[in-house]
Nanobody
């Protein structure tokens, strides 16, 4: 059972930036494609971005060009740098493997509001 801890969320104005971090509890982290997901109130969980074991990224259309996913296999972490934030980005952000193999963490709240 791999534990996941998300951090870095907060309140930001439209057009602002925020960087999220996700820490895993096991070295097997480096063997998995990882991903960020988000869930807004009343909506289904949504895949946001993924990153392969060697750092190749993919993004969902709503965030493409604005978000950047990265990973540090030595530190067992992934990050999500978010620029040009919009109110539609407001959600709880979670990390997991790209296939959702592990238990979900608590997530970190991102609120984009004027």
């Amino acid at each position: 059972q791999v534990q996941l801890v998300e951090s870095g969320g907060g309140l930001v104005q439209p057009g602002g930036s925020l960087t999220l971090s996700c820490a895993a509890s096991s070295s097997i982290f480096k063997l998995y494609t990882m991903a960020w997901y988000r869930q807004a109130p009343g909506k289904q969980r949504e895949w946001v971005a993924g990153i392969s074991t060697v750092g190749n990224p993919e993004y969902s259309d709503p965030v493409k060009g604005r978000f950047t996913i990265s990973r540090d296999n030595a530190k067992w972490t992934i990050a999500l740098k978010m620029n040009s934030l919009e109110p539609e980005d407001t959600a709880v952000y979670f990390c997991n493997t790209n296939s959702m193999n592990w238990f979900w963490g608590r997530g970190t709240q991102v609120t984009v509001s004027s």
